[in-house]
């Protein structure tokens, strides 16, 4: 009966009612995983509020101020004034530009009081009952190389992985990303004031909103600027086995970068372009990040991941050998290596 109109749609209502009592259970505190009836009560008010996993925290975005477009697109900060400037078509600019003024919710972040303490958090044993299950959203393992003078490219190309074998307590809570990607922080963790990544993802974030979508691996590239404001470029919906590729690439004006996450079994593309206004990327990362981690069957079941055809080059063009990149193990609950 799921295959007719009618059980379709009651299999749409069961999982966002389902979608509901995880967002809740979720979002409480995030050292220890529980909620007290005022914590419930305000995340439930903020309940629509868009979660974007960053390095120093998951950040919050309206609705709202989330722009999800299907085709490539160009933004960058309005001269003499607070706000983004917004094109369709990349900068070919299709469209006239558009001016948005900063989100007027603001940006928040669900940051951790004690990260140290999220670390060193047990996850739930396996088969263990009655226990409330602990959880962290993080980077878990990556590798970076910084390069004083700036980066004028990367690119990097990987297999789409098994799935994991759950998504949390409730199906649907859990999320998995994979990316390449960029930065101006000098390697230093709270610094950076921008990151480039075209983005492989498993499970929900705010550019992955529907339910009925949280099952599958995703390919998107999205941007988030000082505005306040969240951009997600096509959603490329992929297969276990698949071929992809990250690209970020400097243009000639030494200021507008393009990013472009492609399938490459048919080399169809989630692109923008951005204007970085003289800021740098001067970080490389290669990165496994999680959101909502109960246990270690919220990542691929495969067990690894391999990113090949890794380049860098520098803002002249000239190639960097990223080698030795310097490998980070936040978290080792589940033998990561």
Known sequence: RLFTLGGRKLAMVRLRLVYL???VFANGNLIWGRSSKSQIASNMEDGEWLQFP???GIRLIHPSCVHRLDQDFHVESA????GDLLSVGGQQRISEPRFLPPCPHGLRWLNTPNESAVKQLPLIAAGVEDQTPNYYSDWVAYVQHTHNDGFGRMSSEWTVPSPPQSTGPVPGMSSVYFFNGLEDSGGTPGTATFILQPVLSYGKSGCIIDPLLFFQWHFTSFHVTNAG????GARLAVKEGERLRGLMQLSEDGQTWKVESTRLVNNATSAYTVNLKGRRADTAYITLETMITYSC????SGGSLTFTQNTLADRSGKKVNPLPWIKKLDHTECQQE
């Open 297 to 300: 069957q919220a990542f691929p």
């Open 21 to 23: 009592v995880a967002y």
């Open 79 to 82: 001269a003499g004034i607070v």
């Open 229 to 232: 404001r969240a951009y997600c």
């Open 54 to 56: 960053t390095r120093d």
